[in-house]
Structure formats: C-alpha cells, structure tokens
C-alpha cells in the first residue's frame, strides 16, 4: 500500500512564525502536491513538484513556499504565519506516467494548522 | 477554467437506503473526472476516476458513477449505504493540456442514521 505520512496532525502556531510542515511517501513517486483545504472550498492546490528540486504554483502560491530536496520528502513552509493560513493543509503523491493528472494521487491524512 | 459544484453541502441518508451524490462541472472539452471520500480523520481516497469509454464507471466500496454529458454531471451512487459511508465526498475535474491540475468542489458530507 500506498503510504503517506505528514509530519504533524494538528500544529498551533503564533502570527509571524515560520512554520514547516512535512510530508513524505514511500513509493517513489515522481509528483508530489499541497493542497489546503477549508469548508465550503474543496482542496484548492499551493504547490506541486514533479521532480526533486522542480516545483510549480497552484492556484494559491502567495505565503507559502516549498522544498523538495530528496524524492520521498515534500516539505510546505510558511514563511510568517498569519491567521487567514489557519486550515487543514493535505498532502498527495503520484506516479508519473503518460497523463500526470489522471494518476491517483495519494493522499496524507492532514495537518490541521491553528494560527493564533 | 473548469469549475466544478457539488449541489448538496450535507445529505442523510438512512443505512440500507441508496445514495446519490451529484456534481456538475464546467469546461469545454472532455473532462477527466474523479470522486474521492475523505473519512474522518483521514486524507481522500480515489473511489472511482472517468478518462473515456463506458459512461457507467464501477468503483471501491461498491460506488459506481455515470458521465452525461448532455448534462454536464458525473454522479455518483451507491444501491444501499452502509454507516462506514459516513464521509466526506470530493468529486474533481482534470483538464487536459494542464497536467497536473485538479480542480475540487467543496464537497458533500455524508451522514447516515441507524
């Protein structure tokens, strides 16, 4: 099976804190995604990578960065923690194959992020 | 852009009842259509996905969903729930020529009474 894991499941942090948040898969798959998710939203996508050290914005880049330094680790970090960033944050992986998007993405069991 | 609407923000339904959760979606060409469930505490899992071919798509846990197209939906159903159904349900959108990009509803929440 599929696993990946997320570093924290609920994380409290103050404004103005650079928080980092984890996520790493054991399958060697090539693509890994952030997602935030909020009621009434869906999953709304801040970054992917397809490849170590490759990244692209989604849809809602602004506050967040990432890093992907080894194939197996994701890592999403906000840079200066503000309220509005408060949000369950999911991560997901893939296998690339011949349609990116049509493979399954895998998806972490979230971390709830509170920021105070 | 795609767009893609869940109708239904929360459904109950009894156990031993059939469900049907709908999603419509916008964008010109074929779309590549998903449902996930998210089950409490837990991240989403692919139920079943739509590239081609046969409209009626047969999923995990006995869901199965139908592509119309006249219709612009991709419903999914189940003939009788079961209270481990109790879920959140994200139906999403692929569009080719963007690779990587899912757009998501925001989704059905599923409660299902004894």
């Known amino acids: 099976d599929v696993k990946v894991t997320q570093s924290s499941r609920y994380l409290v942090k103050r404004t103005g804190e650079k928080v980092f948040l984890e996520c790493v898969q054991d399958?060697?798959?090539?693509?890994m995604f952030w997602y935030r998710q909020d009621p009434g939203l869906g999953l709304r996508l801040i970054y992917f990578?397809?490849?170590?050290?490759?990244?692209e914005k989604g849809d809602i880049p602004e506050g967040y960065s990432v890093s992907r330094e080894k194939k197996e680790r994701f890592s999403l970090i906000l840079e200066s923690a503000s309220t509005n960033q408060t949000s369950m944050y999911l991560c997901?992986?893939?296998?690339?194959?011949?349609?990116?998007?049509?493979?399954?993405?895998?998806f972490g069991p979230g971390t709830r992020l509170t920021v105070l | 852009a795609q767009s893609v609407t869940q109708p239904d923000i929360h459904i109950t339904v009894s156990e031993g009842a059939s469900l049907e959760l709908r999603c419509n979606y916008s964008?010109?060409?074929?779309?590549?259509l998903f449902w996930y469930v998210q089950s409490p505490g837990q991240g989403l899992q692919l139920l079943l996905k739509y590239f081609s071919g046969d409209t009626l798509v047969q999923g995990i846990k006995g869901f199965e969903a139908e592509f119309k197209r006249s219709q612009s939906s991709f419903n999914l159903r189940k003939p009788s729930v079961h209270w481990s159904d109790a879920a959140e349900y994200f139906c999403?959108?692929?569009?080719?020529?963007?690779?990587?990009?899912?757009?998501f509803g925001a989704g059905t929440t599923v409660t299902v009474r004894a």
């Open positions: 997901a992986s893939s296998l690339s194959t011949s349609g990116r998007f049509r493979d399954t993405q895998y």
């Open positions: 399958m060697d798959h090539e693509n």
């Open positions: 964008y010109g060409a074929t779309p590549y």
């Open positions: 990578s397809y490849d170590v050290k490759m990244k």
């Open positions: 999403a959108v692929g569009e080719s020529g963007n690779d990587y990009k899912l757009s």
